[in-house]
């Protein structure tokens, strides 16, 4: 199997990322922490693992895609809701298998507005859609129950298996028996994610 990516370790003021390979057909998962406001380290590992970020301890031997979040223009939406069709037009290519995956789902159709899916089936299509046009992606799974979190991890496991591969970059332990390999982010002690509380 070709080498996708090598990290020989990641060294920062607040954590490090022990050294791991990627190879093809593989699902790593890089578990960044459980419960704190992590986004601030996962954007930054984001941008290294998809070469926008040079790291000298990081190869990328093959370009790496993040799979972003789907971002709505609400005053748009008001005159002119995107649809399913029009996001995948524009996202997606049309000639892959998975630029129609999300139509398995039968209460999704092409008219279907974005606005109105659930948080799993719009993942899924922001997924569907990055995996359409690259096999090598780098994704997460925020905002997700845990049906939805472990369909659409099994989806991407099951996508790369031929010749792709993928990081997952999260807070889940679950996931330890599915990756192929699972990463933790070692945490410096006064460097911790901060918890946040929410009082109702």
């Keep these: 199997m070709n080498i996708i990516l090598e990290n020989k370790g990641i060294k920062t003021d607040s954590f490090y990322v022990p050294p791991f390979v990627l190879r093809e057909g593989e699902v790593v998962v890089l578990f960044i922490y459980k419960g704190g406001d992590y986004y601030d380290a996962e954007v930054f590992l984001r941008d290294i693992f998809c070469g926008k970020i040079k790291h000298e301890n990081v190869i990328l031997h093959r ?5 972003d979040y789907f971002r709505r ?3 748009r ?4 809701p995107l649809t ?8 997606a ?3 892959s ?3 129609s995956k999300i139509f398995e789902d039968k209460w999704i159709k092409k008219e279907t507005k ?7 089936p719009r993942k899924l299509l922001t997924l569907y859609a990055a995996l359409s046009k690259t096999k090598d992606i780098v994704f997460d799974l925020r ?11 099994k989806m991407v496991n099951d996508a790369v298996k031929d010749g792709g591969a993928a990081i997952l970059l999260d807070g889940i332990e679950n996931m330890k028996e599915y990756a192929s390999n699972f990463i933790e982010l070692e945490w410096n002690k006064d460097k911790l994610p901060i918890i946040k509380e929410f009082n109702f």
Aim: net charge neutral.
């Design 63 to 67: 370009k790496m895609t993040f799979v």
């Design 93 to 95: 290519d049309l000639k």
């Design 114 to 120: 974005i606005e109105k899916l659930a948080g799993t």
């Design 143 to 153: 905002a997700l129950d845990w049906e939805g979190t472990e369909f659409a991890f």
């Design 84 to 91: 399913v069709g029009r996001y995948l037009k524009k996202n």
């Design 97 to 99: 298998p998975f630029a």
């Design 73 to 75: 223009s609400y005053f």
């Design 77 to 80: 939406d008001n005159f002119f």
